[in-house]
Every structure is written in structure tokens, then in C-alpha cells.
Antibody, heavy 122, light 106 residues
Framework: QVQLRESGPGLVKPSQTLSLTCSVSGGSITRGGYYWSWFRQHSGKGLDWIGYVYNSGRTYYNPSLKSRVSISIETSNNQFSLRLNSVTAADTAVYYCARGWYNSIRNTFDIWGQGTMVTVSS | DIQMTQSPSSLSASVGDRVTITCQAS??????LNWYQHKPGKAPKLLIFDASNLETGVPSRFRGSGSGTDFTFTISSLQPEDIASYYCQQYEDLVTFGGGTKVEVK
């Protein structure tokens, strides 16, 4: 069974770069029909989509974050990563990674990590 | 950008009650809509895909309907384990979530 797990620093200083990794176990990240995504949730708020990456390396980002975000896939390590630069306190949130699954009848985020809290503070 | 307006933002209901949540898209998204359940400290869980299809293993008391711009999510008989927040999500153009509905027990 495929599982995802987020990892990375829980504390980042303002103006620095937030870097998180999502490790995929139980299946290959290169398998067709899937893509790999990042989300976040500010305290007491709803879910926000950050972006996703296909096995090809092609990426799509939330327009509101596009200038600061980069998502990459590392097939050799079966993981994908998020980098968000120039962070501020407004980037403090729980960050989730998830697998996107698409075919002729569905396009869903069907497997999620448990989430990791990131605080931006000096 | 496609905006998703979800209502209500919160509701309180009794066990056994029928619960209804609506989601309105700012433009036609055909049936490119999913519904998720999210409990505090847990991973979000996919319940409904393509507006009305029940994900494998999800109880049949959960139902989705609608197309175009107007969608409805229903829990036919609220159970204690259904206490959570629920989100609609469109994939017609990139990804957008509704603001969420927090479901509580009276």
C-alpha cells in the first residue's frame, strides 16, 4: 500500500527558504497515471493547493504562489520536494503532500501524508 | 481562476440527521469536482469523485450530486464518526478548494 510522509524543518526564519520532502513508500513514484502534489492549511482555515509535478518533471503551481515556489521530483529516491522562498509569517501552516491519480473517469488526490507543521519565525 | 463557494461554513446536527452542503463554482466545471473529509490531525480523505461517484470503501450514507456550477454533498444519516470538516475541490482548471464546512454534533 502506497504511503506518503512529509519531512523537513519545523522552524524557518523569515526571508529564508522553506524546504520539505515527501517520501513515497509502497510503490514507484514513476508509475504512470499519477502526479505528486503539495498543499497547506493555515491554522483554523481551509485547504490550499500549492502545486504539483508529473513524472516528466512538468509542474503546475497556484498562481498566488508561483513566483516563490518550486516542486521537483527525485525518482532515484522515490520522493518529491517543495521549496518556497522568501517566507514570511503568513507561510506558517501545516503542509501536506498527496498523490494525484488521473484516468478517464477520475482525477483525485487519493493518498495523503499526515502533514507537517512549519512555523516561520525568527 | 475558478472560485469555489461552499456553504454553510459550519453546521450543528444531531446523530441520524440528514446533512447537506453546497458548493458553487464561479464557472462551468462540468462534473470535475471531488469531496474530501478532513479530521484534525489526520490526512484528508477522498469521499466522492467526479461529482457523484463514491470512492471505494466509503459508506453509502455519503452522496454527491450536481454538474455545471452547482453541487451538493449529503450525509443521509449523520454518525458520530462523521464529525469533521468537508471540502469540495474542482479540477477543471488547476485546483481550487471550497472554504470548507465544519460539521459538529448537537
Amino acid at each position: 500500500q502506497v504511503q506518503l510522509r512529509e519531512s523537513g524543518p519545523g522552524l524557518v526564519k523569515p526571508s529564508q527558504t522553506l524546504s520539505l520532502t515527501c517520501s513515497v513508500s509502497g510503490g514507484s513514484i514513476t508509475r504512470g497515471g499519477y502526479y505528486w502534489s503539495w498543499f497547506r492549511q493555515h491554522s483554523g482555515k481551509g485547504l490550499d493547493w500549492i502545486g504539483y509535478v508529473y513524472n516528466s518533471g512538468r509542474t503546475y503551481y497556484n498562481p498566488s504562489l508561483k513566483s516563490r515556489v518550486s516542486i521537483s521530483i527525485e525518482t532515484s529516491n522515490n520522493q518529491f520536494s517543495l521549496r518556497l522562498n522568501s517566507v514570511t509569517a503568513a507561510d506558517t501552516a501545516v503542509y501536506y503532500c498527496a498523490r494525484g491519480w488521473y484516468n478517464s473517469i477520475r482525477n483525485t488526490f487519493d493518498i495523503w501524508g499526515q502533514g507537517t507543521m512549519v512555523t516561520v519565525s525568527s | 481562476d475558478i472560485q469555489m463557494t461552499q456553504s454553510p461554513s459550519s453546521l450543528s446536527a444531531s446523530v441520524g440527521d440528514r446533512v447537506t452542503i453546497t458548493c458553487q463554482a464561479s464557472q462551468d466545471i462540468t462534473t470535475n469536482l471531488n469531496w474530501y473529509q478532513h479530521k484534525p490531525g489526520k490526512a484528508p480523505k477522498l469521499l466522492i469523485f467526479d461529482a457523484s461517484n463514491l470512492e471505494t470503501g466509503v459508506p453509502s450514507r455519503f452522496r454527491g450530486s450536481g454538474s455545471g456550477t452547482d453541487f451538493t454533498f449529503t450525509i443521509s444519516s449523520l454518525q458520530p464518526e462523521d464529525i469533521a470538516s468537508y471540502y469540495c475541490q474542482q479540477y477543471e482548471d488547476l485546483v481550487t478548494f471550497g472554504g470548507g464546512t465544519k460539521v459538529e454534533v448537537k
